[in-house]
């Protein structure tokens, strides 16, 4: 069993969202333990960081959080993504994507909202190296430090990511060919988990003085469109953010000794609302996109759905999709804005019910991002229980 599945087992036999302080150590030693093996959960370490959390997303009404009323021979181009729609889950179709040469053990990490940017990483002994796909078009991108991690794109295709040296760690942007480090306030920050962007560019991202951990003295930071300073948001202390919509609605979590406490969303004035769980439930929200949001619960374990325009809350669980060791799907990862989830780092999940991404015979799909288009990127691996292989990054249209 690899580092990283065993982590994963761990837990999911846990029946409270895990500690800060926990994840973020074993986040950082465990993605690259599974990277050297090349398993298929080399993306889960960004993945684990924040499986604790859960929310159920809400109606901001400040101005600054205006709801919005084949497999085949190689990679196609946007015009050809499938659009989507309702109805039965027919199995999605693959593509390969290529792999710029001399890069080993890549995986497909996140995709635009249309469709059209892919983003992944492959690995040098221990550090990571960006790869940008543009209509199915890889692109190896600079490094400019030791470790370049490449996270998300929006729809203009700017990029965002980290970069870690021995001496330190930043947030970058990438845009027209070009890294645009983006500063903190004064003193060492180390960031976390990964930085999130929206369709004009906004960026943010959980920072705590470096030394830290737990989240002990975090803020949450912005860097405006275009903009290399930060702004400091002026959420309670204990707030961590994870994700941010087009019209500004930021989501997370609040945190006491390093346990999330309860799920939020704010705007950018601090303003926000304590999400509702069930009874006797708690969690937090980490991803976002259009009218849904999407996360976990705790102690049920389950995958969480929510409309943020009228804060209904849908309990995903185990409808129609295989079940973990743990007898649920786990939480929410990724979510596109007509609802679909990517869930416990795998499975599809399109009106609550697992999709087929078509495989050869011997290989397993796993899931990592969904577009709005109904791209689904991840990566194939071998049929081999807890030592699957990593056969390379994927594309599969719905």
């Not at 973020?24 to 298929?40: C, I, N, P, Q, T």
């Not at 993306?43 to 009323?69: K, N, R």
């Not at 941010?244 to 989501?251: A, E, H, K, Q």
């Not at 102690?299 to 079940?323: C, F, H, K, M, Y």
Request: a neutral charge; one cysteine or more; charged letters at 20%.
């Amino acid at each position: 069993m690899n580092e990283e599945q065993e982590l994963r087992d761990r837990l999911a036999a846990v029946d409270v969202p895990p500690s800060r302080i926990e994840m973020d150590a074993l986040v950082r030693a465990g993605r690259r333990r599974a990277f050297r093996r090349r398993s298929v959960q080399a993306t889960g370490g960004v993945a684990l960081a924040t499986a604790m959390l859960l929310a159920v997303p809400s109606i901001l009404t400040t101005a600054e959080a205006q709801p919005t009323g084949r497999t085949d021979a190689g990679p196609a181009s946007a015009s050809e993504e499938a659009t989507a729609s309702a109805g039965p889950a027919a199995p999605c179709r693959m593509t390969e994507l290529p792999v710029p040469s001399g890069m080993k053990g890549a995986t497909a990490v996140a995709v635009d909202p249309t469709g059209r940017y892919v983003v992944g990483n492959s690995l040098v002994g221990q550090d990571f190296r960006p790869i940008l796909w543009t209509d199915g078009q890889p692109q190896a991108l600079p490094v400019p430090g030791k470790s370049v991690q490449v996270t998300a794109a929006n729809a203009s295709g700017v990029v965002v990511g980290l970069v870690e040296d021995t001496k330190q760690e930043y947030v970058f942007r990438y845009e027209n060919g070009a890294y645009t480090r983006l500063r903190t306030p004064p003193g060492s920050w180390h960031p976390y988990p990964t930085p999130a962007i929206n369709a004009a560019g906004d960026v943010i991202i959980n920072v705590e003085p470096r030394g830290n951990s737990g989240g002990k003295d975090s803020i949450v930071l912005l860097w405006k469109a275009g903009s290399t300073s930060a702004v400091k948001l002026p959420l309670p202390a204990g707030a961590n953010a994870y994700d941010i919509t087009d019209d500004g609605t930021i989501v997370g979590a609040m945190y006491k000794d390093g346990v999330a406490t309860a799920a939020y969303a704010w705007d950018r004035r601090g303003n926000g609302r304590k999400l509702e769980l069930p009874s006797g439930e708690t969690g937090a929200a980490y991803a976002a996109q259009g009218e849904w949001a999407t996360g976990g619960r705790w102690p049920s374990r389950s995958t969480a759905l929510w409309n943020i325009r009228t804060g209904e809350v849908t309990d995903l669980g185990t409808q129609g999709a295989e079940a973990t060791t743990s007898g649920t799907q786990g939480p929410g990862e990724a979510v596109n804005a007509s609802g679909w989830v990517v869930a416990h780092g795998s499975v599809l999940l399109r009106d609550g019910v697992a999709v087929e991404l078509a495989v050869p015979s011997g290989q397993t799909s796993r899931a990592a991002g969904v577009s709005d288009s109904g791209v689904v990127v991840g990566q194939a691996v071998t049929d081999g229980g807890n030592d699957n292989q990593n056969l390379g990054p994927r594309v599969w249209r719905c």
